[in-house]
């Protein structure tokens, strides 16, 4: 049962457009920054959502390496390609403006893709999917990060989480969404273990000595100095077929860097060679699928619906009482929290106000109650 306080979508939505506006952020790009964020609470993807609204954004502008004015830049475009260079401004809204791009241009032919280099985390990447399957497409999206990821035999942090997901049209009442980390978990889920006082599961994490790690905490540091690694999909080691998301997170990491010959593993550190902080020249993809241009949009939802349908209604383990598919829980979160609002721990209530106060916003909060 939850027990957090719970901020009403709108009061969330206007107070952090108006924190973004107040670090140099203007209004519409603010928006579009607050409703990403706002998206992964809806979702009940906590790791992305408010919680890193100060830490990973508000921060990195006050400490330079992330600019609130957002250059976008079209490096090359034809009828169905675009790359883009982002300028180390606000990841999601080079995001925004380049799905609306190529959604438009998957209207016309039928596909549609871009690359983005230099730029800064773009938040949820089911939100650049959805963009497309909103639209009767099929979106597809990946991002490089800094470097997290061991590969397999290895216990130094290389590859980053790197997120390849996917958004399908359904005739559901949602899409199905694929959207996760190439690594058994991500930074961000065990920034939340910490901020929580939870410890991160065994298997997850591994040190320089080659054993696993759970103190959330001393992770957060030793990811940071290096001296320990996310294991990458499947676990540590090959039994568990770790090598497929050490695999799959190598083909995101690619495909975020070749692609517009962006930067890549080491050189995506946000540590410069004297130890200061410096901006992450993160590279993304999106790809969006037009099906009318092949059986149809109906066509293509009816059968996708009716795939998803029949594995919901197959055969369920001992104990258990339902078989989802990617996205439906996340739309039952949705179902739970659209007339609640999004619920936020103490240290979240903490930064909320501590942003307030100090860019002096008119805003009260139903927990200081």
Same mark, same amino acid.
């Given at each position: ?11 969330? #939505?206007?107070? *952090?457009?108006?924190?973004? &506006? $107040?670090?140099?952020?203007?209004? +519409?790009? !603010? /928006? ?56 180390? #401004?606000?990841? *999601?809204?080079?995001?925004? &403006? $380049?799905?609306?791009?190529?959604? +438009?241009? !998957? /209207? ?262």
């Amino acid at each position: 049962m939850e027990t957090r306080p719970y901020v009403s979508w709108e009061l969330i #939505g206007n107070f *952090m457009t108006d924190a973004f &506006r $107040a670090v140099g952020v203007p209004e +519409e790009d !603010a /928006k579009i920054c607050a409703d990403v964020l706002m998206e992964s609470d809806r979702r009940g993807i906590e790791s992305h959502g408010c919680n890193r609204f100060k830490p990973i954004y508000i921060d990195r502008i006050n400490a330079g390496i992330q600019k609130p004015v957002t250059e976008y830049e079209i490096l090359k475009e034809t009828p169905t390609t675009l790359l883009v260079d982002a300028h180390d #401004g606000m990841g *999601m809204v080079a995001s925004y &403006r $380049a799905m609306n791009s190529i959604i +438009e241009k !998957a /209207k016309t032919y039928g596909l549609g893709m871009a690359a983005i280099r230099n730029s800064t985390h773009y938040g949820i990447a089911g939100y650049w999917a959805m963009m497309a399957s909103r639209q009767g497409m099929i979106g597809v999206t990946g991002t490089n990060a800094r470097p997290s990821i061991a590969p397999t035999f290895g216990v130094e942090n290389m590859l980053g989480t790197n997120p390849l997901t996917f958004a399908l049209p359904t005739d559901d009442e949602f899409p199905f969404v694929l959207d996760c980390a190439t690594s058994i978990t991500q930074r961000g889920k065990i920034e939340y273990f910490a901020r929580n006082g939870k410890s991160t599961p065994a298997g997850m994490v591994i040190g320089r000595d080659g054993e696993a790690k759970t103190d959330s905490q001393q992770i957060l540091k030793d990811l940071t100095a290096g001296e320990a690694a996310l294991a990458p999909l499947g676990g540590i080691g090959e039994d568990l077929a770790g090598y497929k998301g050490y695999g799959y997170a190598t083909v995101v990491e690619i495909l975020s860097a070749a692609l517009q010959g962006g930067s890549f593993l080491k050189a995506l550190t946000g540590i410069g060679p004297d130890g200061e902080k410096q901006p992450y020249h993160l590279g993304h993809f999106f790809l969006v699928i037009n099906p009318e241009f092949f059986m149809g949009t109906e066509s293509f939802k009816a059968t996708a619906s009716e795939i998803l349908k029949e594995l919901r209604e197959s055969q369920r383990a001992p104990g258990q009482d339902r078989i989802y598919t990617a996205g439906e829980k996340e739309y039952l979160v949705w179902l739970e929290r659209k007339d609640k609002g999004v619920p936020v721990s103490e240290s979240v209530q903490k930064e909320l106000i501590e942003v307030r106060d100090k860019y002096n916003l008119p805003y009260h909060f139903p927990f200081e109650d």
